[in-house]
DNA sequence: ACCTTTTCTTGACACGTGTAAAGATCTGCA
DNA sequence: TGCAGATCTTTACACGTGTCAAGAAAAGGT
């Protein structure tokens, strides 16, 4: 948990502001006023998470594990119906992506200036399209994908199409609700993989 | 052109340094990088285009102006067959594209903490969507739309699957090669919107 | 050649991230 | 109680963006 020899309370309490403070004012957010909001000095978040891109990322992990998004996600691989295992795992990915938005948007951000905070996204990234992809694989295997895709295009189409920029785009620059959103991109999204 | 009594001809240099060095490094050139590589300080960028957001901003515009971009796609909009026509408005704009990435990229990322350069960008892309919507509506007049879609939503799906960000994240981040990416895009575009 | 205006430079400052080293404080435990 | 280690603070620095003001240098006209 890179916090080697570190309080937990002070650990916690810093996820906690940083979390409310990001959710509200993003990339605006100092890690000094992150700091007053905790009481504690700016070098303290620096002890605990490295970096910039370190706590932003601690608080994505956190929230992975919080809303449980793997274990819903493999819950819905099982749904039988092919056309219907698309819908529901784009579901659970996309009640999850809203959650997560102001603090995954500056990670995204800071991947261009930070190194860390770079690989440590790719590597959550690769995990998450290693899922889509055993969706595309069973999508494939049961004849249920549009004659025209592969396997890892599909994957990478899906992990595109369902992104946090896209989410961002529609919801955020183009004022669209939650729900319409999330109903038009699954449609579209099964509408261009499947048969 | 925001260079009130500046000379033209620095004005012109410091533009094409920075296309180069952005275009090879992305956020890792610094406004001091660019001042060297063109022989004056610092400043002097500065008093040329403001912030970086501002040197970024007059990159992509020159860009525009140099490619056509407007003119090729107000040529494609002419395009009597509908589907034909979707077709060719997204070969001009995914053309443009990866010519503007590097900076279009460094553009997106300066937004969140550039007051300037995010109302800039808006205004851009405000232009692209007045086309977009264009295209829409051409496409909704002539019973080509699916019954489903408005014209305010179609123009938004269309700008957002057609995005810097999409591209980005196809072409950078999982490696596709232009072509496909352009093709897959066309696409699926196509047969989300279309009857 | 001279003077004026335009253009660019120099040096300084505020604020942000990130790093380092030294000192203070708090905590557990003998 | 008092020590030792863990934890946090303080101070300082390097580098980035952005702004300001004073002065040098180049360009222009007369």
Redesign the pocket.
């Known amino acids: 948990m890179s916090?080697?020899?570190?309080?937990?309370?002070?650990?916690e309490e810093i996820l906690d502001s940083a979390w409310d403070m990001i959710a509200e004012q993003g990339a605006d957010?100092?890690?000094?006023?992150i700091?007053k909001a905790v009481?504690?000095?700016?070098?303290?978040?620096?002890?605990?998470f490295?970096?910039?891109?370190?706590?932003l990322m601690a608080l994505v992990k956190r929230a992975d594990e919080r809303y449980r998004i793997r274990e819903d996600f493999f819950e819905a691989l099982d749904t039988r119906s092919p056309a219907e295992r698309l819908d529901a795992c784009l579901r659970v990915w996309l009640t999850f992506v809203p959650k997560i938005l102001p603090v995954a948007k500056d990670l995204i951000r800071?991947r261009a200036?930070?190194p860390?905070?770079s690989a440590a996204w790719e590597d959550r990234m690769s995990d998450l399209r290693s899922w889509l992809r055993q969706l595309a694989e069973s999508l494939y295997s049961e004849g249920a994908l549009a004659s025209s895709w592969t396997i890892e295009e599909a994957t990478d189409y899906i992990w595109t199409a369902s992104s946090v920029q896209v989410w961002d785009l529609l919801v955020v620059e183009r004022n669209w609700k939650q729900d319409r959103a999330a109903t038009i991109l699954r449609e579209s999204i099964s509408k261009v993989l499947l048969k």
Chains 1, 2 share one sequence.
């Open positions: 916090r080697k020899g570190r309080s937990a309370k002070t650990h957010v100092s890690m000094l006023d700091a009481g504690i000095s700016r070098q303290a978040i620096y002890l605990h490295g970096t910039r891109g370190g706590l800071l200036t930070d860390d905070a």
